[in-house]
């Protein structure tokens, strides 16, 4: 189950301030760029908190990919973002596809300051060896 | 948006197989952890996977919580489940939630090995200090 995960605090994005509070535009966002980059999504459930006067609050949300998942959380108010994509290399390797989503999102977003983690999960499963 | 993310790989999990194998046994466990722990879940995708002759293979899973969110793969044939708690303490510090229910299911899967890592996510916001 060795895999990667890409994680990161993302401060003062300067997109449309609408992609943070929406939670359709968010949605749409992640789902389509988990498949551009050739990841599979299984499925994704997002949320819309409102504010009393049922404004939208800011979006909370999770696509589930074959290959793991990805999981965002924005705060419109301060225009942050924390943002995970994590994927196993069960039957190939994903990191690059990982790593292209989650490029592909720092760049839509448009922080003034990222803060990230890298974060290499599980073991690499040898084969056995021979004779041994 | 200062929060807690905490994630552990656990290797050969001593737990009932049927609860890395089923995809309603882990939703289960997985959401009620969290609203034992006092977590409000808004909402949860589980996936199950199967082998070709329809046998369950591995279940794939996240619960969008208030506070952020909780993930979960299992691989059954090793054993092997990766777990993510990850909890933001927006209107309250919920770390001591996030333990209770890390903990929780890995006293549940019971793994021979656990690979552990705690990351402090988001600066903590201060408080404007008066008068500057």
Redesign the interface.
């Known amino acids: ?1 060795n ?1 990667l ?1 890409l ?1 990161a ?1 993302l ?1 003062g994005c300067r997109c449309d301030l609408a992609l943070l509070k929406e939670r359709t535009q968010l949605q749409t966002l992640c789902v389509d760029a988990c498949k551009e980059a050739g990841l599979t999504v ?6 819309q ?1 409102t504010y009393d006067n049922g404004e939208p609050a800011g979006v ?3 696509v ?3 290959e ?2 990805l ?1 965002i ?1 924005t ?1 419109p108010e ?1 225009r ?1 973002v ?1 943002l ?1 994509v ?1 994927v ?1 290399n ?1 039957s190939r390797d994903n990191s690059a596809l990982a790593k292209a989503v989650y490029d592909r999102l720092i760049e839509v977003f448009a922080p003034v300051e990222t ?1 990230g ?1 890298r ?1 290499v ?3 690499i ?1 040898m084969p056995p060896t021979e004779g041994v």
Not at 42 to 47: A, K, M, N, P, S
Request: charged residues 15%; proline residues 0%.
């Open positions: 189950m895999g995960h994680i605090d401060y299984l499925g994704d459930y997002f949320f908190f909370t949300g999770t589930v990919l074959a793991s998942h999981a959380h705060w301060d942050n924390t995970d994590y196993c069960y803060v983690h974060v999960r599980g073991h499963e």
